[in-house]
């Protein structure tokens, strides 16, 4: 509806343009620049936060060869049991189903996080689950405590020391999915938020 709306408002200012000091050519070509930059501005704005999630851990992650296994598509890592070629790439179109589908678990192991379980999940697709779970950014969360900023971009340490693109990562990934003003719900408030529900509930229909 956004993008139909900055269409139509956009298309009205072309058709009652005066054209005074210039051609009514020109006038349409800079009316049609700005009405391109007003959808793509509000297809930005549209991308959910899942998407956005996604696209970032493609960016980093890159999609896998053969010579990085035991990891596969866009990092996922093999487990015991599953049956992955060694000597094939997945394609593009597997490796985006797998990461989606590895996201959403991520997602649901911190449901009681409430609208923060996305930006668990995706730095524990990185780091591990076990590590997300004993990190100080979720014990933080689960006490209410928000500014975790800091603390979230530790999480880029290579061999002892921090590494430039890992850090990179965190902050995009910080900088595109956390929101300050969520609220942490605790067992003791009585379960999760109905926004992790409805997070979860978006995911399972992806």
Known sequence: MKKITAISIAMMELSSLPFIGQSKEQSEDETKESVTAQVKEVEEE?????????????KYETLHQPKHWPLVG????????????RSRALSEAEADALLRKDLKKNCALFREYGADSLLLGTLAYNIGSGAAKRSSVATKLKNGDRDIRSSYLA???YRGKTHSQILKRRTEEFD??????????????GGPLAAAENILSYLSKL
Do not use: N
Not at 47 to 57: G, L, M, N, T, Y
Not at 74 to 85: A, N, Q, T
Not at 176 to 189: C, G, N, V, Y
């Open 155 to 157: 999480h880029s340490r």
């Open 46 to 58: 549209e991308i959910s936060d899942f998407e956005k999630a996604v696209q970032i851990i493609k």
């Open 74 to 85: 866009y990092g996922h890592k093999v487990l015991p049991g599953e049956k992955f070629s």
């Open 176 to 189: 595109a999915l956390f929101r300050s003003d969520s609220k942490t719900m605790t067992p003791e408030d």
